[in-house]
């Protein structure tokens, strides 16, 4: 006899039927409460890291003074440029579902902010910037290592130990390295008379100055659209987005400058400043193009710069820079190790101190061999043939150093620093021929749509997968769809959710912000770019030269495939004298007067230009055309009017915005 069923029953059957095919999926543009999937990779966590372990906030509170509670302000008090506060009331209490609970834990210890009292000698503001300030005390005054990002941040600091402290004249400064969250607030600590004149020391690693301007200049406009994603900038902090860097909470949005070195360090060497003995420590290649440490002997006490933090650091960021070397990085560790491993304290440009020689000598042990594991391990495994994927998904930390919270991965993580140690030695291609010549991702996506059966099906599969938690396929799968579908608002929802889940899991800040900044795009469109860090102080220091390699790389093949121009370009205030070359989509030039045979073959070579380096900062940035600056009294121009215009002509002007996850 036939079974019967009943009405509700079969309706029943016919809803789970429709949820399993995905017709029950509500595509919306809200953000979306955690998934049990994500709720339980989170929960994993409390079984595989000790929670219980207090000895980090310990070491983040000991010797606090005093706090910022009020917002740092903009010189004319009508811009925030940082609210400290802002970070402290969010990371209060438990981790919400919607944060990986070791993430949360970092922000929590990021967010305790004010004047501490590191030893007898050396106190250190932390958490009203990206980075931290540190002061020594010396004979006549204050020697401030790394002041912020932003002259009101380093103010603010600079003020807060004068009003606990002591009231005392800033003597000299250090910075670390060439990175702007460690230097841009010079002028909150020091006026550009005193660091000109040197009455205020500054003392640097070598390089320091070129490094500083040049890394965020040539490729400067998809690296700062790039950082939009990177720190999610545009993103108003929530248990749902943003919630810091794992770094440290976020970048002072104010006046940035730089100064220049009175003193560099070039190697290893001891030097006395302000009457304090220090040992410096040189750190070339790692986390920097060129950094220092330095160990000072009077207070047995060690500046780790950003060589060590409690964080694994990046080998290569995601905003995009060099591929840094990891083994040079354990070497130098292992180096400090060597020389100053019995130091009492260990503190640095970022993060909370580490105390007692115990600590400190285990703390630097696993860092080193943190960064040493990364490397190894990673140049085995290609030894192997495996690509830089699938060796990221192989390699996991060794567990001693994994239950280590200063090893975890806040900022970088031992995925993407895998694929950078691969980058390093291998470079992009990972060897299948399949891979050597791929088609464009818009077209690319279009193909695999159609040969998956299209859209509908594809979406449908995406959706059926979703509600199984397997996000890291549906992201691959849907990020097709939506570079051959651009306008598939259902695609662009479910991607934007998937990311969110991917958010709410990541441990690591950058890649949380990285997915929470996808789905906002993907949901909302491309908001207005952030404001740029090349501030006007910074760009006066840029040399000729490397003006005119920017200039260069914003030439337009198509558009300069038929010119031939040839300028002299004379840079009167700098009494630098280069010649320009435009030809074959090339621009070169040479601080060498053209040979006579050179001459010949140009088609023009009578052409001369007299420019001061502001002027040329304005050309090589896109701020003025050569055809704009020859109208100014202060410019001469000699020769070919034409010239002048074919050049400008050729120029591209880079956006200041562009789609990422959509084409």
């Known amino acids: ?39 339980e990779a989170n929960q994993r966590l409390y079984s595989e890291l000790d929670f219980s372990d207090k000895s980090d906030f310990d070491s983040a509170n000991k010797g606090f003074i005093a706090t910022i509670e009020t917002p740092i302000m903009s010189k004319d008090g009508t811009k925030v440029v940082y609210e400290p506060k802002k970070f402290s009331h969010l990371t209060k209490g438990d981790a ?81 390295h060439s990175h702007l969250d460690h230097f841009g607030g010079v002028y909150g600590v020091a006026n550009k008379k005193d660091l000109n004149s040197g009455k205020v020391k500054v003392y640097a690693p070598v390089g320091f100055t070129h490094e500083s301007v040049s890394e ?51 190697k290893d060497m001891r030097l006395v400043v302000d009457g304090v003995p220090i040992e410096f420590i040189y750190t070339p290649g790692a986390e920097a193009p060129t950094e220092m440490m330095a160990y000072f002997p009077r207070s047995n006490a060690l500046c780790g710069a950003e060589i060590i933090t409690h964080t694994m650091h990046n080998i290569q960021t995601l905003r995009g820079a060099q591929v840094r070397d990891s083994l040079a990085w354990s070497k130098h560790i292992q180096h400090a190790l060597e020389k100053y491993g019995n130091a009492d304290v260990l503190f640095s440009s970022h993060h909370w101190p580490t105390f007692g020689n115990e600590n400190v000598v285990s703390f630097m042990s696993t860092q080193r061999d943190l960064y040493k594991f990364i490397h190894d391990q990673t140049v085995n495994r290609l030894n192997q043939g495996m690509t830089g994927t699938e060796l990221a998904d192989s390699i996991k930390l060794n567990p001693n150093i994994a239950k280590e919270f200063g090893n975890r991965g806040y900022y970088g993580s031992l995925s993407h620093n895998t694929r950078a140690v691969y980058d390093k030695y291998l470079g992009f291609f990972n060897g299948n021929p399949a891979e050597l010549n791929p088609l464009p991702q818009v077209e690319s996506a279009k193909k695999t749509i159609a040969y998956m059966g299209g ?56 890649w949380r912000n ?52 040839s300028i002299e370009l004379n840079v009167t205030d700098k009494k630098q004298r280069y010649y320009i070359s435009l030809r074959n989509s090339v621009l070169t030039y040479s601080s060498k007067a053209p040979s006579k045979k050179q001459r010949e073959l140009a088609s023009s070579s009578d052409n001369k230009i007299e420019i001061k380096h502001a002027q040329l900062v304005e050309l090589a940035m896109g701020a003025a055309t050569f055809k704009q600056l020859n109208k100014r009294d202060d410019v001469s121009f000699n020769g070919d009017q034409n010239a002048l215009n074919e050049l400008s002509s050729s120029l591209d002007i880079s956006p200041k915005t562009f789609n990422i996850v959509t084409p």
């Open 455 to 510: 859209d509908a099906k594809v979406l449908d599969l995406a959706v059926r997968d979703f509600k199984k938690g397997e996000y890291r396929y549906v992201a691959e799968v849907l990020n097709k769809l939506v570079y051959a579908q651009p306008e598939n608002v259902k695609a662009k929802q479910l991607l934007a959710d998937t990311y969110e889940q991917l958010a709410y899991q990541a441990e690591n800040a950058t």
């Open 96 to 176: 919400p579902e919607t944060v990986n609970p070791s993430l949360w834990r970092q922000s929590q210890l990021n967010s305790i902010n004010g004047l501490f009292k590191v030893n007898e000698y050396i106190y250190q503001v932390r958490g009203i910037d990206l980075a931290n300030v540190s002061f020594v005390k010396g004979r006549k005054g204050w020697i401030v290592i790394d002041p912020l990002t932003a002259t009101e941040t380093s103010r603010a600091a600079l003020e807060l130990i004068n009003k606990h402290v002591e009231r005392r004249p800033v003597t000299a400064v250090i910075f670390t």
């Open 1 to 39: 006899m036939q079974k019967r069923i009943s009405i509700p029953t079969l309706l029943l059957t016919l809803v789970i039927i429709g949820c399993s095919r995905g017709g029950s999926y509500t595509f919306n543009k809200e953000s979306k409460s955690a998934s049990n999937y994500t709720k």
């Open 216 to 266: 965020n200049v040539i490729a400067g406009a998809a690296m700062s659209r790039r950082a939009e994603y990177m720190y999610a900038r545009t993103l108003d902090f929530n248990i749902q987005g943003p919630i810091g860097t794992g770094l440290g909470n976020f970048v002072a949005n104010g006046e940035y400058a730089i100064a220049k070195p009175t003193k560099v360090i070039d």
């Open 514 to 565: 990285f997915y929470a900044q996808g789905a906002y795009e993907l949901r909302n469109g491309v908001g207005a770019p952030a404001s740029a860090t090349a501030s006007p102080a910074i760009l006066a220091e840029m040399d000729t030269e490397l003006l005119l390699d920017y200039l260069a790389v914003r030439v337009n093949s198509e558009k300069a495939k038929n010119k031939d121009i």
